[in-house]
């Protein structure tokens, strides 16, 4: 197993400390690791669980919430809402770089965060919580007689696990009257709970109200005698060795070894079935691993871009390089490019220069903007280099497509 550091912009603006543990072969998926109140990305449960993860060919992402750890902000600002963006934040950065989030676990305060940003995540395909909370209210209980002083006062110094922390009344007006039900009863993801039935700190009562308030498909399954923190090491892993093998079933099938570690040739995709939903599909290009999906409109579960969506993220990624290279070249003042694409069917009698004129043809609106210190000049010249994107003359040229089937043997 080996670990990255990993540093990403939150929510809002701070930068959160993170470490990607990874298995020694490449990851049959990645999961999202939400921690206990006041915790960190460090607490030997979080640790352990992540590398029993890795064991199993899970990567898994755990970071500090903000203000906490090494995260930058202020924790007594913080509070439930903005954990459960921090976790879309952190969700958003793993999907960016290639790395889409297939499960998220939480522990303690951090599974009813992740029960809460899950819906927001629309490539997680399964939810695994470890003693968590059924309300964030909670975590309240630990202000003990200082809440009335931070209520009335706006802030108290608070001693929560041995440490002394500055609580501002925003933490209670996030954390309260969550309705934490409602998101449970529609969480739309196969879910996990593990609890153990001693445990003193969040007693099994809250386990129970979550597993009957959720949909099917759910499990249960009984910690034992762990304690809250999962002190013991086997009960770390034993938890980690039940969620990678309840998960494996939703997860896309592993690629073949050969697959897996040399990925596609240049210039070359492989599209699979993932077996997954009624439409996901796994993309291959060269050593990247991405997902494509249906809407949940279409019969899909939004796991990842349509193809449609991929068409245009080729032509969006294309006409901002070729500006790029051009600008670069140049010497053209121009800091950033950014491309906004749409693809819609229309009457071809509603396009004045096109050649079709009946029936429907495909549209793509492209709107391209440029900052930086221009001329009007150079603005007009970066525009027009748009259509010199090799991706933009190949829609507009003729495509030779040529299907054959491969060696039975072969596939």
Request: hydrophobic share 40%; charged share 25%; aromatic share 6%.
């Amino acid at each position: 197993m080996q670990t990255q550091r990993l540093d990403f912009p939150g929510a809002s603006g701070q930068t959160l400390a993170g470490r990607l543990d990874l298995p020694d072969t490449p990851p049959r998926a990645y999961a999202l690791f939400a921690h206990c109140f006041t915790c960190g990305k460090d607490i030997k449960a979080a640790s352990r669980i992540a590398s029993a993860l890795a064991e199993e060919g899970i990567a898994t992402l755990r970071f500090d919430f903000t203000g906490l750890g090494g995260s930058e902000g202020e924790f007594g600002n913080t509070g439930f809402r903005s954990n459960i963006e921090d976790l879309t934040a952190a969700a958003a950065f793993m999907r960016e770089t290639g790395r889409p989030v297939a499960i998220a676990i939480g522990h303690s305060l951090g599974g009813a965060a992740v029960l809460a940003a899950a819906g927001d995540i629309p490539e997680c395909r399964a939810v695994g919580t470890i003693a968590a909370p059924f309300d964030a209210d909670h975590v309240l209980a630990h202000l003990g007689e200082q809440r009335a002083e931070i209520e009335a006062e706006g802030e108290a110094t608070v001693n929560l696990g041995g440490r002394a922390f500055r609580i501002r009344r925003a933490f209670i007006e996030q954390t309260s009257n969550q309705d934490q039900g409602a998101r449970i009863a529609h969480l739309h993801r196969p879910l996990l709970v593990l609890h153990a039935p001693l445990d003193r700190t969040v007693d099994i009562d809250n386990a129970r109200r979550i597993f009957e308030t959720a949909k099917h498909p759910k499990s249960f399954v009984s910690l034992d005698s762990a304690d809250h923190l999962l002190s013991d090491p086997a009960d770390a892993r034993y938890a980690a060795t039940v969620i990678a093998a309840w998960a494996a079933r939703y997860l896309p099938e592993p690629a073949g070894e050969d697959a897996a570690s040399q990925g596609t040739e240049p210039g070359t995709v492989r599209v699979t079935e993932t077996g997954t939903g009624r439409f996901q599909q796994r993309v291959e290009a060269g050593p990247h691993r991405l997902l494509a999906d249906e809407p949940v409109a279409n019969g899909g579960d939004d796991s990842g871009p349509d193809p449609y969506g991929y068409l245009l993220a080729g032509l969006g990624a294309c006409t901002s390089m070729t500006i790029r290279m051009y600008a670069r070249h140049k010497g053209i003042d121009l800091r950033s490019v950014q491309v906004t694409l749409r693809h819609e069917k229309i009457h071809a009698e509603d396009c004045e220069h096109c050649e079709t004129r009946e029936g429907r043809i495909d549209r793509i609106t492209r709107t391209i903007r440029l900052d930086g210190e221009l001329t009007d000049a150079e603005r007009a010249r970066l525009l027009a280099i748009a259509d010199r994107c090799p991706v933009h003359r190949t829609l507009h040229s003729e495509v030779d497509v040529q299907t054959t089937e491969s060696d039975h043997s072969s596939a």
